[in-house]
């Protein structure tokens, strides 16, 4: 019986992230209030968002701006 070890989560992009990695931090910066968020996704969308809504590809902030909120991977 081989034992599988699972390497542990690197900054790396691209290769062999589907499997055990299941959320990203997205950092996001609301072009209107200049407020500046760690999000995080998973595979199923945004977590943890009580003040921002993703909606057409784009996540808009709660404080009423209409330009979506810019958004910069968490490294
Ligand atoms: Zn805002």
């Known amino acids: 019986m081989t ?3 699972v ?3 690197t900054g790396a992009t ?3 992230r589907r499997s055990t990695i299941s959320s ?5 910066y609301c072009p209107k209030c ?3 968020e760690t999000l995080e996704f998973t595979q199923d969308g945004l977590t ?9 590809g784009g996540v808009y902030h709660d404080c009423g701006s209409s330009e979506p909120c810019r ?5």
Do not use: C, H, M
């Not at 990203?24 to 996001?28: M, P, S």
């Not at 958004?71 to 490294?75: D, E, G, K, N, W």
């Open 3 to 5: 034992t599988v070890s």
């Open 7 to 9: 390497p542990p989560k």
């Open 14 to 16: 691209g290769a062999a």
């Open 24 to 28: 990203d931090e997205i950092v996001a």
């Open 34 to 36: 200049k407020t500046l």
């Open 48 to 56: 943890r968002t009580q003040k921002f809504t993703q909606e057409n």
């Open 71 to 75: 958004l910069y991977r968490a490294f």
